[in-house]
């Protein structure tokens, strides 16, 4: 079967096209990245209005880079949270309205099961191994969990506070760097020192062994910042060593609870995604301490760590095919719809 998903949760419009949940026959996509980076994030409304000009597009690419008619669609999957509730309001509208016009099953995907579906894309086999952890790392979301088959999860833990990849923007903006912060940071990472600067490990007080909390980190990296400026000491080589001892320190954050999760939980599979996933260092910290624990790892490619519709797609091409799921034509956006 073919499936057609459609993502808009954020800034990223996305229209892909997925046969057997795998294959990727099209995939479109058109970031408004470049709008909000004067803004230093996404503002909502320029994010709503270039989906409303740019899901038709995508559409018409993602058919065209697939050469298949509509009528060889079999599903129509659509990401229904969580994310900006405009946003979600586009691809919603556009996804019911295929549904309606070509008479096949319309399914809602959360956008946070399918950053960890993307994970398996790519691998040997396409199913969820048993026994193992997921790790979703993205600009809005940073979580932990136990995976029971594939639309089943426990919650281990999650921020407390920001998100990875909100912290990552943050400590970007405070550096001088652009937006996205996390790119801006692994591309200057390389030319610092990771133990000029040192960080406390956050003491959370009510919560699991495997919470995070990026908060304390941030406004250290605050008060550096200001004495920095205040006796001169801030310029370029400064900005470089903070951006490789604040990623160091993230990502062995990540990497600690990530591994313990495993331990704890006797699991041998962690699968890792979202934005941050491209992350090429925090990758290969991953790698090698899998590697020593023997843990198999699933990443997934590149492009499917963005904000995709693949991912979506062969999800819901997943579910439809194993569980029969589908969803009515009344499906509501669910802009905080978390980890079910």
Known sequence: MIALGIETSCDETAVGLVEKARKILGHSMVSSVAFHRRYGGVVPEIACRHHAELVTYCLEDALRQAGVPPSEVGLVAVTYGPGLPGALLVGLAAAKSLSFAWKVPLL??????????????????????????GLVISGGHTALVKLKGIS????????????????????????????????????????????????????????????????????????????????????????????????????????????????????????????????????????????????????????????????????????YAREGARSQLSLAAEPNLGMR
């Open 152 to 319: 089943g999860h426990q919650i281990l833990g999650q921020t407390r506070d920001d998100a990875v990849g909100e912290a990552f923007d943050k400590v970007a903006k405070l550096l001088g760097l652009g937006y996205p912060g996390g790119p801006e940071i692994e591309k200057m990472a390389p030319q610092g020192d990771p133990r000029r600067m040192k960080f406390s490990i956050p003491k959370i007080k009510s919560g699991t062994p495997w919470d995070f909390s990026f908060s304390g980190v941030k406004t250290a990296v605050l008060r550096r910042v200001e004495e920095a400026r205040r006796t001169g000491e801030f310029g370029p080589v400064f900005a470089a060593d903070m951006a490789a001892s604040f990623q160091d320190f993230v990502v062995e954050e990540i990497l600690s609870k990530s591994i313990s999760a495993c331990r704890t939980t006797r699991s041998r599979a962690l699968l890792a995604g979202g934005g941050v996933a491209a992350n090429l260092f925090l990758r290969g910290r991953l790698q090698e301490a899998c590697r020593a624990e023997k843990i198999k790892l699933y990443l997934p490619a590149p492009l499917l760590t963005t904000d995709n519709a693949a991912m979506v797609a062969g999800l819901g091409c997943t579910l």
């Open 108 to 133: 809602g995907v959360n956008h946070l099961h399918a950053h960890l579906y993307a994970a398996l894309m790519t691998h040997e086999p396409a199913s969820w191994p048993k026994r193992s952890i």
